[in-house]
């Protein structure tokens, strides 16, 4: 990726000085929003508003969901949800918390999201507020609760905050064979995905449907969930491709195929439990990153209103 240029976002913290706590994981049962790497506690033993038509599709989605699961649907807004004002305005924190060559990296690739998705909610006549993003090392607490690193970056609506130990850029290049900037800018852009689920309402309606679902029909909403969040990755990367190197998407689709629920359950258990798919299968991560990349559209991301069959 072509970064020399690009701009340091600001809205960084380093906690890396919090690290080696033993807390537990955060998850969405604790009010966090499972991210890329949603699975690799699997691997614990080896690596340790309105916003266009968006809201409203999805919305419709989530009401013809909860009909097909025997609600009524009377809880889900069916309105255009609107984007909050609050935490995380692009300007605020320093770039005085960057470290190493590696912290700068996540900077300018957090600074491109907030860029892109900075216009595109200006399109619609509305202001993007940023997340920040929280270097650690080891653990954390949040505000969905504590959190390992070997559970992989995560975003938690709470707070409205990524969190990231960006050890996982290097177990993510050896230990599943997707290395590359790219790869890694991936893992960025889709935590940033849940956070414009989290502004525009949609991880909301998919919570309240969640709680009067079955632990399956649960975990397929998940799933949508996260191959929206991968779509809009593919977005932010269409949306940038002054940045990106010949062979950079590719990188990306490595890392969408080695972090597949298929691939990961295949590895750590030697056997697939589609019914337990939380993130989607590697099929199904990269059909989504695609989409979004070859579209440059996120209303062309709604996962929601795809019968399960073509998702």
């Not at 935490?87 to 918390?97: E, F, I, N, R």
């Not at 399109?123 to 959190?147: M, W």
């Not at 009067?212 to 996260?226: K, P, T, W």
């Not at 990153?289 to 998702?311: H, I, M, R, W, Y």
């Amino acid at each position: 990726m072509r970064l020399d240029d690009q701009r340091e976002s600001s809205n960084i913290e380093n906690r890396r000085d919090e690290g080696g706590i033993g807390f537990g994981r955060a998850g969405q049962g604790a009010g966090g929003m499972g991210g890329l790497g949603g699975l690799l506690g699997l691997f614990i033993p080896l690596i340790g508003s309105k916003f266009g038509i968006i809201g409203i599709v999805v919305a419709l989605g989530a009401v013809f969901l909860l009909s097909n699961m025997g609600g009524s649907g009377s809880s889900v807004p069916t309105g255009a949800p609107q984007i909050t004002e609050s935490a995380g305005a692009p300007g605020k924190g320093s770039t005085s918390q960057l470290q190493t060559e590696t912290d700068r990296f996540v900077a300018k690739v957090l600074g491109s999201t907030e860029d892109t998705w900075g216009k595109i909610f200006a399109a619609e006549g509305q202001r993007y507020p940023a997340p920040k993003l929280v270097l650690f090392d080891g653990s954390i607490r949040s505000a969905c609760g504590g959190a390992s690193a070997a559970a992989g970056p995560f975003y938690c609506p709470a707070d409205q905050k990524v969190y990231l130990d960006t050890s996982f850029f290097d177990q993510l290049a050896r230990q599943f064979g997707a290395p590359g900037d790219f790869a890694a800018a991936y893992v960025i852009a889709h935590e940033v995905g849940h956070h414009i689920q989290t502004i525009t309402g949609v991880s909301q309606q998919v919570t309240k449907a969640q709680q009067r679902a079955s632990r399956g029909q649960a975990n397929a909403l998940s799933v949508r969930l996260e191959l929206q969040a991968d779509c809009y990755a593919g977005v932010w990367a269409a949306q940038n491709r002054n940045l990106l190197d010949s062979g950079d998407f590719a990188e990306g689709v490595r890392a969408a195929q080695a972090i597949g629920d298929d691939t990961l359950q295949r590895q750590a258990q030697g056997r697939v439990v589609p019914d337990s798919f939380t993130h989607g299968s590697a099929e199904q991560r990269i059909r989504w990153l695609t989409k979004g990349f070859e579209s440059g559209d996120p209303n062309k991301c709604d996962t929601f209103n795809v019968p399960e069959g073509q998702l």
